[in-house]
């Protein structure tokens, strides 16, 4: 069992940063793939950012350059570091440790871009 809590969600305008963190629970964190996913009303969750256990990292189109997804094994964190926010970045974030054996979830966090 596998438990994650993320945090750092919120108001920003356009153009403004803000940094995500997931804490996960257990000794096994290094050993996992971490993916942030987002999700906006009426639409699928979407992959934003992942990173495997060697530190290998993939993005979606939409946010390559503007946000960096890493990871410390000491602290059981998971980060998401987004600039140059823009308002369809809107949604709920939620953070995902991909085991060999289940895909867990956070209960996601809110970040907002607006004026």
């Known amino acids: 069992q596998v438990q994650l809590v993320e945090s750092g969600g919120g108001l920003v305008q356009p153009g403004g940063s803000l940094r995500l963190s997931c804490a996960a629970s257990?000794?096994?964190?290094?050993?996992?793939?971490m993916n942030w996913y987002r999700q906006t009303p009426g639409k699928r969750r979407e992959l934003v950012a992942g990173?495997?256990?060697?530190?290998?990292?993939n993005y979606a189109d939409s946010v390559k350059g503007r946000f960096t997804i890493s990871r410390d094994n000491a602290k059981n964190t998971l980060y998401l570091q987004m600039n140059s926010l823009k308002p369809e970045d809107t949604a709920v974030y939620y953070c995902?440790?991909?085991?060999?054996?289940?895909?867990?979830w956070g209960q996601g966090t809110q970040v907002t871009v607006s004026s």
């Open positions: 995902n440790a991909a085991t060999s054996t289940y895909d867990y």
């Open positions: 257990g000794s096994r964190f290094s050993t996992y793939t």
């Open positions: 990173i495997t256990r060697g530190s290998r990292t």
